[in-house]
Structure formats: C-alpha cells, structure tokens
C-alpha cells in the first residue's frame, strides 16, 4: 500500500484535506446563495409560466413601494428588538439559578434544555392553545380572577406580547447553555478574592461575573439576533401573521410570494434583503467582538 | 453445480418478470378527506387490478396546508405521486405552471364530450381550463346552512330563508336558552381558504361578483365594503357571532357545532357524516340543513366547492394512473364517498340514489344548491386573490381595520393582480 499524501508539501496536504469541506460548503451555501441573487433579477412566475427573464432590479424597485414588505420588515425588527433582549434577560437569570451549587443538578440542567430541544412549530402550537380565547388557560386564569379574557391572538398588539412571550421563553434557554458554559469558566479564586476583600454581591456581579460573561453573551446576542430576524414559525402557528397582517415577519411573506403566490422572482428579492439585513447584523456585532478583544 | 445455477437463473427471471407486472402508484389526499374511507376504495381497485398496488399519502388538513406542501413536490418534478386531489380553486394554477397531465392525450374528443356530460356543469367548466381537460371531479361541494333542528322546534321556528330571520332566531333561542357556551351564527374568519367564501358570499347574494363572463375585474369598493360590514355586524351590531371570529376556521367550528356550541353555521357538506357517525357527537339527530339564506330582496348563494384528480405530470406510471382516475372518478365511487364520508356526488343521477339517500335525507334538496353555487374566481394567480380577500375580511373581524379602508385595499389589491 502505497502513502498518497507522503511527497505532498504541507500546503499542498492542507488543499487537499480542505477541497472536500469546501466542495461542501459551494454545494449547500455558496450555490444556493449565489442562484438566489440571480433568482432575484428575474421575472420567475410559476402562475404564467414565465421561465425568468432577466428584469434586472425591478424585483428590488417593487420591493420599495411594497407595504406589505415594509409592514414585515416592521414587525420583523420589532421582534427583534424586544425577544434579543428579553431572550438575554431570561437567559442570564436561568443561567445564574442553574449555576447555584445544587445538590441534585440535572432536574435544574434538564428544565433548562426542555423548551431548547422543542420544535419551533411545537412551542408556537401549545402557546396558541395557552392564549386562544375560548379555551386557553391565559384566559381561564383571568377569569378566575375575575377580569374579563382578552382576544390574544386576533387583537394586533396582544398578538405581538404572546408571540413574543412564546419567543423569549423558547430561546432564553439558548443563551442560558452559552452562558451556563461561561460561567463554569470564570476562576473561583476571582470570587473567594472579592469575598475576602469584603465587595458586596452586585459589585461581583457588575465588576467580575458581567464582564469576563461578555464574550459568552455576544456570541449568544448574534446567534439570538440571526434567529430572531428569520422568524417564522411561532408566528406562523400563532397567529398565521394575524389578524390580517399585522404579525407577519420578513420570513413569513417571503414564503407566502414564493411558495404560495409561486412568485419566485419577487419572493428571491425579498430573501435577498432578509439576507443582507442578517449579514449586517452579523458585521456590526463581529466589529463590536474585535474591538473588546483588543481591548 | 450447472444445475444449481440454471435453476436459480430461472427463479431470478421468474421474480423479476413479476416484479415488472407490479405497479406501485401513489395517490394524495388531504387528512380532511376521510383516507379511512379512500383506503377501502383503493382496496377494491386493487382486488380488480391484482399486480397494481396503490399508495396514500395523507398531506395537511386544509387547502393551503396540503397545497404549500405539493408546491415543493410539483416544482422539483419530484415523481413520487401519481395521483392528486386538488380543490376546485386550482386547476388553472396546475395548468399555467405545468403540474397536470393533459387528460386529453388519453380521451378522443367524442369519448371526453360524452364523459363530460354525465358529470354536473360546474365541474366541467372548473376543469376544462382553455379547452384543456386538467382533472375529473371526485366530488362536488357546497356551503349549506346548518341549523340546530332540536332549538329551532323548541321555539316554533322554521328553518330561515333570509339572514334577518337566522339573526332574529339566533337572538330569541340565545335570550332564551341563557347558556354562555352557546353561540349564535358560525362563519369561517381566520386566515384560510374558507374565509374567502365568507367574503364573496354576501357579494354573490347581493348580485354581484369578482369578474364578468369575459374574465375582467367587476367588484366595487361599495359591495365589497357592504359583505365586510354584514359579517362585523353579526358580531357587534347583532351579537349573535362571539367577538373572536377572527379566530375561526371551518374545522373549528364544525367541532364546536359537534359539541352543541352553535346553533348555526355555514359548512360544506363533510360536516353532516362527522354529526351523525362521530362517537363524541353531542348533536346526533339533531342537525338540520338548509340553503344559504338571502338577503332581503337578493338571492341565495353559496359558495363552490368540490375536489378533483389529476395526474402529475412528473408521474413515471401515466397510462396506470389515468386508469385509476377513471375508477376514482367514476359514479361508483361517488356513491361510496357519498353513503360514508357525506360527500355531495358530482353525477345528478347519484341524488336521487335511494342508498345515498339514506345516510344523507338532505341530499334530496342539495342538488339546486350545488347547480346553483357559484365559483370563486377562475385564475393563475388565484392564491394571491384569496390572499387579498381572506386578510381583508380578517382584519375587519379583529377591528384592525374598518370595512372602508379594507374594502379599499381589497379592491386595490385586485387591480394589481388582475392589471398585468
């Protein structure tokens, strides 16, 4: 048996052991992605057999007076901006609980995975069951308090407060793992240091456990914030992006043109945009890490 | 040895040539369309036709749900079903992307004009899309009035022929009974196919319709303002609908009417077989029904529905499946679908059957329902039509927007659609 790889230079050996994850990774991301873009310049309509002509950026020009899109957009970011925090909140709190020196850990560990190891679609049907008007126990238990029962899913505003509940309390078991693991990193001695010198339990939290988490918490806030622009399937069995539009996401109107409305050309350019919003995110919160690395 | 190995040549040939005789096809239905029963139905055509075996695949329980799934499977050309049941909204869809297997490759046109006759006009016209014949009728379909006949008696009522009559029954048993798990009039409201009937029920009833003959966008702010005001009003003005219609779809309330929580509701046919044979009815014997009411001075409309086969056009075994769409779309399953699942049949002869008769007493007066019922709109891009109509209707439900505004964006919507 002869050694292939034995006359090969280390960068040569480093090629060939890299080509199949690369292939790979052309195959599932770069091609998808780059079919996508070209999607998105055509004139894709299944419902008049149209084979794609090239428009060029009309897609991106109808995208701009869509306000249906706009609306999605808002919904979208307004998702974002109360689940990413309250998903960290949630988090930070479970993960402190979590990492209290119980005797008996795994009913606490295994509390914590439960809502994390659950399908989307599964939490978004049993919540939908919890705020429905008729039979839900949100609502049984206001009327055990005497308090008259709220239309959660069909009032717009209260249909965004339970689609976000539903959210923080699927994903704050997320950022709890990240943060239960960096915690487990931090050195006792740091505390028993602060403990001797006398520093009250909010100055350790603020001075020592906060900053050496920061890492842990960023690397959650950008996998939270990714998840939280592509929103789908919560809302999609919540409420189905009701009442009319009012909680439809980017990810849900995406589907409807294209899977629906069989308008791949103009559901491509709204993906495309979903797409570039993320990767923004994703910019700014990697610039955000190198810098307190430097630091 | 030489033997041995003749002797399993021959058992190899042997097995293949069998295996060549055996068809394997698969067939799609809904979950809403009793796979219970079409497995007996396929059981027979198997015994008829030993060496073809024939496969359900169950997909979601409503339209869109089933749809969104073929979607994927049809735009890959996957060709793993032969067979599919489609609702009536969307022969033209399958015909403009390519998905259906034009039936007149198999049916000279003397043999189709002479089928085509036997089957109720509604259909025919729903699955000839431009002189193309896209699919055969399974089943016809077609919202009734469902009423509680035991409530109605107790207050000397007679089944209403008019909407002001269903509001003022509904209001008097409801005064009268003091049950707060009793509701008034059942509608489809959320966001689904069903809401779209909602929609264009009190439009059609009033005279009025999405397009004209020719195809060309009809419907007025007014009239669409006037359906959408009529179903908010049954809820705030009348309160003879809970405030959370929003929230209901037709399934929903076909269970709930099963558990004696209606007194009326706008179903389609399927709904009376759950009724009578299902173990947790609350409302055996119990249940009449009767045509859609009118509005004063208007007529009574109902809204078309009914499913169909066709074949796909990715299928690798079409000279199979044509033969077993004929089966399952021939008058002998009819009148099976129609004795055990309640399904209204396509063929006219079928409701005068004294067997399906029987299990269904009302079908004696269904059939100038369903010849009468009128279709929801004809096109290619008909998802993005009752997408426009069914988030309308809903909005207004949820009081997110009033009749006027959603009346306006419905109409506007529509021009989009229909001006390219």
Redesign the interface.
Known sequence: MGRPFRDLSERALAFWLLLPAFALLGLVAVYPVVKLFVTSLQDLH????TQGTFVGLENYRRLLEDGRFLNALRVTLLLTLVTVPGAALVGLGLALLANLPFTLKWPVRLGLLLPWAMPLVFAGLIFRWFF???YGIVNDILRRLGLSPL?W????NLAFWAISATIVWKTSSFVALVLLAGLQTIPREYYEAAQVDGAAPGQIFFRITLPLLLPSLLVALIFRTITALQTFDIPFAMT???????TETLAMYIR?QS????NFGYGSALAVALFVLCMAVTVVYLRYLERSEEA | MRKVWLGMLALGLALSAAWAQQTQLRVFIGGQQRPDVMRKILDIYEQRNPGVKVEIEVGGATSDQQQQYLTTVLTSRDPSLDLILIDIIRPAQYKAAGWAEPLDRYLPKAARDALLKQYLPAYVRANVVDGTLVALPAFADAQFLFYRKDLLEKYGFKPPTTWDQAIRQAQVILQGEKDPNLNGIGFMGNISEGTVCSFLLPIWAAGGDVTDDQGRLILTEDLARRSLQFWLDLMDKYRVSPPNMAEKAQDTIRREMQQGRWIFATLFAYAWAHFQNDPDSAVKGKIGVTTMPKFEGGRSASCLGGWQWTISAFSRNKAQAYQLLRYLSGPEVAKILAIEASNLPAFPELYKDPDVLKANPWFADALPVVLNARARPVHPRYPEIADVMRRGLNAVLARTKTPEQAAKEIVQGLRTIYGR
Do not use: K, Q
């Open positions: 299944l419902a008049y057999g429905e008007s008729d239309y899913l069909t009032d717009p189905g992006g009701g009442p009319g539009t009012a409807t899977v629906e409305n069989l």
